[in-house]
């Protein structure tokens, strides 16, 4: 069966759209006045920057910037957002063949049209060669966009007192205590030694 691939009519307006993009803030709704007022791209081409974005899946149907679309304008990321774009936009291609951005020129239009089912030499056909060719270009097909990484644990702050997986060492604990001796009156020295021998047998000892 044959599948419907998105071009644009003037294929180098995604460069400049993919420029500007980088340059101007997030919107809140990616719409035609923003591709007129803010990215200059007027006229009917700028009227098919919108669904062509929404088709590469950094724009919600609603129009809303998605997370591909911020990992598209962070310089580290934007090579990798905008092959899974790609990838996204052009699905029937990369399920024929998963390496559609490594093929030459040649074999890449011939997959179009097994795609298409267009005949060769067709108009549209040859302008999906060439937005898809724009696209790859600034792309980075190796570089995966994966998720931030949680932030490491910091040293300094030592173990977590919950599900650290580490028991602490138990501090020693020591005890103080004082004795208060009643004396009896006694002038017998004996009476005073037995006092002092059995407090030291049977409290001051290590044991």
Do not use: C, W
């Amino acid at each position: 069966m044959a599948s419907k691939l998105p071009y644009l009519t003037s294929p180098g307006t995604i460069e400049t759209a993919l420029k500007r993009v980088k340059a101007a803030a997030t919107p809140p709704t990616f719409n035609n006045d923003f591709v007129h007022a803010v990215l200059q791209i007027k006229g009917g081409t700028g009227k098919t920057v919108a669904p062509f974005f929404k088709k590469l899946g950094l724009v919600s149907d609603a129009g809303v910037p998605t997370a591909l679309y911020q990992k598209l304008r962070n310089p580290s990321t934007a090579g990798g957002a905008l092959a899974q774009a790609t990838k996204h936009a052009y699905k029937p291609l990369f399920d024929v063949n998963e390496y559609a951005h490594k093929l030459s020129d040649k074999d890449l239009k011939g997959l179009i049209l097994q795609v298409t089912g267009l005949e060769e030499g067709n108009r549209t056909s040859d302008l999906i060669y060439q937005t898809f060719s724009k696209l790859k270009r600034a792309s980075l097909f190796d570089t995966a966009v994966t998720a931030d990484a949680p932030s490491a644990p910091d040293e300094k702050k030592g173990p977590s007192n919950f599900n650290s997986g580490q028991e602490k060492p138990l501090r020693e604990l020591r005890i103080g205590y004082t004795i208060n001796l009643n004396l009896p009156a006694t002038a017998n020295i004996e009476v005073f030694d037995a006092i002092f021998q059995s407090l030291r047998k049977n409290l001051l000892t290590d044991e």
